[in-house]
């Protein structure tokens, strides 16, 4: 599982960051960054709150990697 | 029979906490049925590009939904659209509809959001003759929208975030705008400093701000235009006015129903509602209870109401209970910038304003403070800053290690003196 994220949606709102610090970052520009686009299984609601919390949907959740 | 795990949750409001509700349920695992009712006929969307992107005719329609897919997507759960909510009985556990269908439930969310505050009308005219707009509305807005595109005058009554966003979205799209403020300064709930960066950047951008003008009435002409009478005797014409002056929670539906009414739904720090078996409210018409302020609160914004929707689902689900204590964190787009803010102000916090050098450019950032401690800050196009700042608060930061954390993202943290700011000089223009 990974996380898809559309760079021109994003609006800087930070909400992702705020759910979860360990995936998401924000940088000088006020876009976000993904410090990790991979999402283990015990950090899957954790990651899945981050991208519904995102007013710009920018990002979501890719169940399969293969 | 209640409910540590609801069998039929049914929500009611199909807006952002609605729609997040019934999303997190499904995501937390809610196998049973869920209904989420919604008064407008469109399938749901966000509210927040109505007075930005979809005003500007940027983003359309499909692109400010709140659910993937058109009308005949599968969601995990049954859409009720087009039907208001009139009546609740918590005894009996069932909600009545517009045209008299009854749905039962073991849980309910309430969602009903809130609506925006209109001008009287003019004696004798209906004010549909009247070229006013409020923005909340996507059938309005649209109206809106098509009426600025023809770049004609604009009076913006109330001058809120929401008449704030309209009236620059108007002056970007050409039309000479005109902000019209009851308070003696422009943008005062947000505090001197602020309101005056606040109408330096309008001023700049070509709305002119009006402070102390309070509506008295508004007149049709016979173009189609509206004459704005001011209580001061001001009077000024437009060929549209847009009206931004509050909000009032849809609970008269409610009123039957003995629930806790007090603008707004009252629940306890789980946003649960007191006295009714599993009813909850989440979302602009919540009136929760703050353990950290120690009284009852509503606040109109969108992260607040998507944190109570995770929070509720949760708690339907798992049966787990934790306070609503929320970063308070909104965000606004005026003249291609963003303004976002984190914490609450008092009056008497210590104020002092900054200029950010960064190497993609200078930001602004206004940071409040109480006996040492950070209680808000507003930062203007800065989001990393303003990140660091909501990070720091919920961990009840120092102002001086949040002042030095920012100063760390740029290249100077140089003191602004917004006494002698082109910003100010601006406000007083
Ligand atoms: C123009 C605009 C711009 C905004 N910009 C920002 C911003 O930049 N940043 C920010 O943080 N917040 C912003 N907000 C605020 C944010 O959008 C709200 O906090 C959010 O929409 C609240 O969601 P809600 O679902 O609680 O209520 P609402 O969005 O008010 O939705 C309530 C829904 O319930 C429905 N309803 C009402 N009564 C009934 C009934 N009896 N039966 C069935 N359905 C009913 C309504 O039709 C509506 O669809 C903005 C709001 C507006 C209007
Ligand atoms: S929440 Fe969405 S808009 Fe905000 S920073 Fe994250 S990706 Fe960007």
Redesign the pocket.
Known sequence: MHIGLDLGKCQG?GNCVAADEAHFDLDDSGLVVLLDDKVSEADRERVAAAVRSC?ADALWLVENDG | MTAERPERVLV?????????TAQALRAEGHTGELTL????PHL?????????EF?AGTRGAEDIRLLPGGPEADHGFTLRLG????ALDVERRRVR??DGELLGYDALVL??????RTLPAPVGKPVTELPCFT???LSE?AELAARLAKKEPVIVVGGG??GA??AATAAALGCPTTLAESGPAPFAALGPEVGALLAGLHADHGVEVLAGARVNRVEPLTDGWALVRLDDGRCLEAATVIVGIG?VP?T??LESSGLGLNDGVVTDEYCAVPGADGVWA?????RWYDRRTGGHRR????????E??ALVARALVTGERRPFDPVP?????QHGVKLQMVGRRSADDHVQAFTATTPTGDRKVVLYSRDGRLTAAVTFGWPRGCMTARQAWAKGADIADVTARLAGLTTALTPLDLSSSTYLEGNRA
């Open positions: 709102y007013p | 009611v409001g199909s807006s952002v906490a609605g729609v997040r009712v919604g008064a407008e749901p969307y966000d509210k927040p590009p109505l007075s930005k005003l039907r208001a909510a009139v509809l517009a969602a009903t959001g809130v609506r925006p923005v909340r509305e807005s975030f929401i966003e309209a909000c849809n008269e539906w989440v979302g602009d018409v919540s606040v109109e914004h969108w992260t607040s109401a998507t109570q929707a964190y909104l965000w606004s787009d």
